[in-house]
């Protein structure tokens, strides 16, 4: 084996509900999962050890070693595995740092996949989610991409049947967000009386399955919106902006800070993603249908 390449899609939450903080730190989530095709690369070579080297979106900010979650994800693998194997990991990022879109997490993913594949080491899917889940919530979904039903902390899945594609322009912000940062701001809300539950997701899945547009923008909703917008009150005049300039529904992806926004067609993607270009609400503006092709298992 001479190099294997993995492509990891960022994610996006359709639905985001946010249960009560639980004993352990995490807060039980329902939520609907979806891959988008805006990806980073990750190809794994062999080595005598494990190494990490990034190009691209925030190269320069991100750690190399353990701290990084896919060199985390080589190690707990060859752990695991017991193999003495090495691997040089090339990163190319595009999905940007703390954004709410998941690029840690499905990093992780990609060196899971990659390195089981580089070392011959033949886990099963199910043991990969073993390892996925105990590096982050977010890692298992990413292993497998798609459409899917998050419950727990967002690492049991189900599958969500769904038909078509989605047409997604992705809003960067000039600003990052901390994921429990903002777990923490919605507690902080919550206790002051704002915000609750939303812990069901039946009327987007059913929109989802006839792939009905306009019922999916009615029905996107995001839990977090509100604790990013009172951490980044300027995330407003982005989701008004695409609001403004056509999009069907907007929304913070996730933790935020980055906002998404739902097209009729790709056609009607590209010019929205043109018209907020030109609004100056962003650092950068990407479209990517959903869901992505995975190619992690
Ligand atoms: O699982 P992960 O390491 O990505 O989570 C990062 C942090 O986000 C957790 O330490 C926790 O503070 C918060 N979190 C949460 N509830 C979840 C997922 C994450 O509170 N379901």
């Known amino acids: 084996m001479t190099a294997v390449h993995v492509t990891a899609p960022a994610k996006i939450n359709l639905h985001l509900g946010v249960g009560p903080l639980r004993e352990d730190g995490y807060h039980d989530l329902t939520t609907v ?56 990991l090339t990163l190319t990022k595009r999905i940007p740092v703390a954004g709410g879109l998941a690029g840690g997490s499905t990093d992780a993913a990609a060196a899971l996949i990659a390195c089981n594949r580089l070392w011959n080491t033949g886990l099963t899917t199910g043991e990969l989610d073993k390892l996925a889940a105990a590096l ?37 912000a000039d600003t990052e967000l901390s994921t429990p940062v903002v777990y923490r701001e919605v507690d902080r809300l919550r206790a002051a009386g704002h915000g609750h539950y939303h812990d069901d997701p039946a009327p987007l899945l059913a929109a989802l399955r006839v792939n009905d547009t306009d019922a999916i923008a009615r029905h996107l909703h995001n839990d977090m919106q509100h604790a990013a ?18 999009a069907l529904a907007a929304l913070v992806s996730g933790s935020g800070p980055t906002c998404v926004f739902l097209a009729r067609t790709e056609e009607h993607a590209t010019t929205l993603a043109e018209r907020l270009r030109a609004s100056g609400t962003a650092r950068a503006v990407h479209t990517g249908s959903g869901p992505a092709g995975a190619d992690l298992t």
């Open 33 to 88: 999962f979806e891959s988008v095709a805006l990806h980073d690369d990750l190809t794994a070579e062999p080595a005598d050890d494990i190494s990490l080297v990034i190009h691209g979106e925030g190269a320069h900010d991100l750690p190399t070693d353990r701290r990084n979650l896919a060199v985390l994800a080589a190690t707990e693998l060859a752990a695991y595995t017991g193999t003495r194997a090495g691997a040089r």
């Open 229 to 246: 917008l009172s951490l980044r009150p300027q995330l407003t005049d982005t989701l008004e902006a695409g609001l403004a300039h056509g």
């Open 136 to 172: 982050g919530s977010d890692v298992p979904f990413c292993l497998h991409g798609g459409t899917a039903l998050g419950t727990g902390r967002g690492e049991q899945l189900t599958p969500v049947l769904t038909t078509g594609r989605r047409h997604w322009v992705i809003a960067i």
